[in-house]
């Protein structure tokens, strides 16, 4: 990796300097390049690729990890966002009754969910109102 990194450097300062890099050597044909190369440039890219790809792996399931998943709860009023809500979390978070409009602020709850954090929140139903409230 490092000497292929050296290679793309040096490319961008003197690569009049320096053999061509075109398509059958990146692909590993040319037979003398490859006698010069213990590695073809085509195996450490890929190499590099592999690498990076398996960092970028880690680091997202990283940050899912850390950071977790936010989840809001939408729906018309009424329809049981609350209770759901409540039932998901195993908690009486959320206020719950038969008047449709109960639910004013967003009301939060966390839980995990196979290794990874969520936290619900649950919304005030989506109406018209002529309430300026």
């Known amino acids: 990796v490092l000497s292929l990194i050296a290679e793309l450097e040096a490319r961008l300062d003197f690569d009049e300097d320096l053999p061509d890099m075109d398509a059958q050597r990146l692909q590993g044909q040319d037979k003398t390049y490859l006698e010069r190369s213990s590695n073809s440039s085509k195996d450490r890219v890929e190499s590099l690729q592999e690498g990076i790809e398996a960092a970028l792996r880690t680091a997202r399931t990283g940050t899912l990890l850390r950071s977790g998943i936010t989840v809001a709860i939408v729906g018309r009023p009424n329809v049981g966002k609350s209770s759901l809500l409540n039932a998901w979390s195993s908690s009486e978070r959320a206020i719950v009754t038969d008047i449709a ?33």
Do not use: H, N, Y
């Open 101 to 133: 409009g109960t639910t004013r602020d967003v009301v939060e709850a966390g839980l995990v969910v196979g290794g990874v954090p969520l936290t619900l929140l649950d919304t005030a139903g989506i109406r018209e109102s002529v309430d300026k409230v």
